[in-house]
């Protein structure tokens, strides 16, 4: 996209969001949307470290058949410990929290978010709800499962489930505050020009994302709250010992999280619109089907939670039903990939770092969905349900395809958030160990699921072991992979070439702003006069029509 001013830099604009202010008061207290994003990279990164060390521990113990690394009880914490924090300190926050919070403003021409004081509030909410989370590690941990399914959390569990619920329960509030921030900013802080389909198809992955997060995180905050109330107070809500109805913790519990799951997908599939138009120099095939397609998503996300329940002993009609839905929310995620594909055809595609994620995310995001067709088409889950089938499959979406989107992002517009070029070999490197990496893990899992291992047992029959074992080297491949990026980023800082405003020629109001970043963005407010992705070839097809 143009702007009326070629540069929206001004002179005195050396200073940088980084180096304005250096006190460690500047920064915890700072309410400038970049600042706050930098705050959760860090402390995102250090959730996404801790839950990949209970990752390694859990695939240690699958090494061989018996337990013998750690006991089967502490091999139950481990693996709740690995899903909470995965889910909730990681995957949920990772994209909007860091790389929403820095763009959406940059990206729609404004200053800021709209609310920035409850921007810095929903940091420190976070920061609660992981003490707590870090808490339950000192008290010798929780053994439920990152689903807590009653009556085993609610009455039988003699771990610390309150406390973790307590975790989840506060880390809620960072997701709905950053979410209405999102909401208010996309609606009432877009500058002149930028009309809702001119808007970076990473806003509107975020835009949906935050509906999402405000409609399912109550229900999930009010679900667990209602778990601690019948744990401490006996009432019967879910135990049926007490009257109450297990099932009813399994519908409200997958009313949210199978939005959940959309949470952590949606702002990928943003982030990959934006890196394939970037790295094709190409006007993206679709905008607004794709754009549209994320609001279905949304919307058809919340009628599908039935099928995690298909064996629970719903009716068979409700299953049916869950199972016509389930195949319904596949449509809008596969009009996404087919228009990524068309944008990808005939094109000049430069295989950079971040491309390279993407061109992971797109091949791993669709082994997940299909499988996931597999999982809602009945007859098939009744035998593969709470096996590694559906650890594989939720594990090619949210680690394969989501964190391949994450760290595409990071590497994309870390330029941009840095000023400092990385070193391109070793970011290579590292997509393609990741890939391996991530492929020997959970291709076994879906054979070893397809055999009939049940997922979180400690121990197993032995003619599982080979494709446990090749899981296990998978992991310490993958686990290398995600480590690199964490040396070479950091060197960028001290060594790294100067990035200039946009080394990637990308169109987008970010890349027409210095890197980093002035404190307040831009010093006039910029007038957007072209659609998005204004490539060259968009430039030729206007000619084009001109002519006609
Ligand atoms: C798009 C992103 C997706 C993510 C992040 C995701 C994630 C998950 C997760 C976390 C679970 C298992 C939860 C658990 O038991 O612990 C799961 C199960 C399931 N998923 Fe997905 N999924 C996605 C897409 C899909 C799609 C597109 C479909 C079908 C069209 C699908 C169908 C299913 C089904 C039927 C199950 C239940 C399997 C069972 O428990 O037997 N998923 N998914
Ligand atoms: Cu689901």
Do not use: C
């Not at 689903?147 to 569990?157: E, N, R, V």
């Not at 406390?163 to 900013?185: E, H």
């Amino acid at each position: 996209m143009t702007v009326s001013s070629p540069s929206l830099n001004t002179p005195q604009a050396q200073e940088n969001y980084l180096t304005w202010a250096h006190s460690l008061k500047s920064w915890l207290l700072t309410t400038d949307h970049k600042r706050i994003a930098i705050l959760y990279l860090i402390s995102i990164t250090f959730f996404f470290l801790l839950g990949g060390a209970a990752a390694s521990l859990i695939r240690l113990e699958l090494f061989t058949p018996q337990s013998d690394l750690v006991q089967p009880d502490t091999y139950n914490k481990t693996f709740t410990l690995h899903g909470v924090i995965m889910v909730f300190f990681f995957l949920i926050p990772s994209i909007p929290a860091t790389l929403g919070n820095f763009l959406i403003p940059l990206m729609i021409g404004a200053k800021d978010l709209a609310f920035p004081r409850l921007n810095l509030a929903s940091w420190y909410v976070y920061v609660l709800g992981g003490l707590f989370t870090l808490l339950v590690v000192v008290l010798g941990g929780v053994d439920t499962g990152w689903t807590f399914y009653t009556p085993y959390s609610s009455t039988y569990s003699n771990t610390a489930v309150i406390i973790t619920a307590l975790g989840i329960f506060i880390v809620g509030f960072s997701s709905i505050f950053t979410a209405i921030n999102f909401i208010a900013t996309i609606h009432t802080m877009r500058a002149p020009g930028m009309t809702w389909f001119r808007l970076p198809l990473f806003v509107w992955g975020l835009y949906a994302t935050s509906i999402v997060i405000i409609l399912g995180t109550p229900v999930l905050a009010i679900t667990i709250l209602l778990v601690g109330v019948e744990r401490l107070f006996r009432f019967g809500i879910f135990d049926p010992a007490l009257g109450g109805d297990p099932l009813l913790f399994q519908h409200l519990f997958w009313f949210y999280s199978h939005p959940a799951v959309y949470i952590m997908i949606l702002p990928s599939m943003g982030v990959v619109s934006e890196l394939i138009t970037a790295f094709t120099q190409r006007r993206i095939f679709g905008y607004r089907a794709i754009a549209l397609s994320s609001m279905a998503i949304a919307l058809l996300g919340f009628l599908v939670w039935g099928h995690h329940m298909f064996v629970s002993g719903q009716t068979i009609y409700a299953g049916l039903v869950f199972s016509i839905l389930t195949f319904l929310v596949a449509i809008p995620s596969a009009i996404k990939v087919f228009n990524w594909t068309a944008t990808l055809y005939k094109g000049d595609i430069s295989f950079k770092t971040p491309m390279l994620y993407t061109l992971g995310f797109l091949g791993l995001f669709i082994v997940g969905g299909l499988t996931g067709l597999f999982l809602g088409t009945t007859a098939v889950d009744v035998h593969v349900h709470d096996t590694y089938f559906v650890v594989a499959h939720f594990h090619f979406i949210m680690v394969g395809a989501t964190t391949m989107a994450y760290l595409g992002a990071i590497h994309f517009w870390w330029p941009k958030m840095s000023g400092k070029m990385y070193n391109e070999k070793w970011g290579i490197a590292s997509a393609i160990i990741i890939f391996v990496g991530f492929n020997l893990t959970f291709l076994a899992q879906f054979i070893l699921g397809y055999m009939g291992m049940p997922r979180r047992y400690a121990s197993y029959p032995e003619e599982f072991q080979l494709w446990h074992q090749l899981s296990t080297v998978g992991t310490m491949i993958l686990g290398f992979g995600y480590i690199l990026p964490l040396f070479y980023l950091l060197q960028s800082l001290f060594k790294g070439q100067p990035a200039g405003p946009n080394p990637w020629k990308a169109k987008g109001l970010e890349w027409m702003v210095n890197s980093p970043p002035p404190p307040h963005n831009f010093a006039k407010t910029p007038v957007v006069t072209e659609e998005a992705y204004a490539y060259p070839e968009y430039k030729a097809e206007e000619a084009g029509r001109g002519s006609n």
